[in-house]
């Protein structure tokens, strides 16, 4: 069966200081994978999603980007995080790109930058 | 475009009552609706996803949506309520990004209450 890792779970973080959030995914190939926030109130904001190795499209212009070395695993970095970047992480993958396909997400990442 | 609108962000209902979690759509094509659920601290799960065929889909936890075309709706609803119901709940539809992959919109979601 397929599953999806993120971590860390949480992370504080000072304003200015880098980023790094992993995702992977087990039990399948070439799935597509997406990063997401969550904002207290504000529902779910797609910010990036690749449908293969180094193919990665924004979504929303801002301080982070996503990068995907392999074929199961993306990342989300900032080089130095704003107070504007704290929320709830979350990476999904769903196999293929049929329209009724299901997105899977992960626990998420709770990132609060002080 | 294609969009989500959850109406109520806070819904409170007793523990046996009937739960109703709104969502209207908004959208060009045949849409493609699904009810994600999170527990606190947790990522999404599905409920239940709408396609094609039955517009009365059942999904899991007893939970059931009815999609109504002629009201561009697929609320969320369930018979009785359970304290382990309280959770967010997210209305989403699928968006044709160009044949690159589906994409998800949500709507900002409805935060349940169960009260004893």
């Known amino acids: 069966s397929q599953t999806i890792h993120q971590w860390p779970a949480t992370l504080v973080q000072p304003v200015g200081s880098p980023l790094s959030l992993e995702c992977t995914v087990e039990?399948?190939?070439?799935?597509?994978l997406y990063w997401y926030r969550q904002a207290a109130g504000r529902g779910l904001q797609l910010l990036f999603y690749?449908?293969?190795?180094?193919?990665i499209s924004s979504e929303v212009p801002q301080n982070l980007s996503a990068s995907r070395p392999q074929d199961r695993q993306f990342i989300l970095s900032s080089k130095k995080l704003l107070l504007s970047d704290s929320g709830f992480y979350l990476c999904a993958w769903t196999k293929g790109r049929a329209f009724q396909n299901i997105q899977y997400f992960g626990a998420g990442t709770r990132l609060s930058v002080l | 475009a294609q969009s989500v609108t959850q109406l109520g962000s806070h819904v409170s209902v007793s523990e046996g009552a009937l739960v109703l979690l709104r969502c209207n759509y908004s959208s060009s094509v045949p849409p493609y609706l699904f009810w994600y659920v999170q527990y606190p601290n947790q990522g999404l799960q599905l409920l239940l996803k709408y396609t094609t065929g039955a517009t009365l889909v059942k999904g899991i936890n007893g939970f059931e949506a009815e999609f109504k075309k002629s009201e561009t709706s697929f609320h969320l609803t369930k018979p009785s309520a359970h304290m382990s119901d309280a959770a967010e709940y997210f209305c989403a539809v699928s968006v044709d990004y160009g044949g690159a992959t589906n994409k998800l919109i949500f709507g900002t979601g409805t935060l349940l209450a169960v009260q004893p």
């Open positions: 039990g399948t190939s070439n799935p597509n």
């Open positions: 690749s449908v293969g190795i180094g193919q």
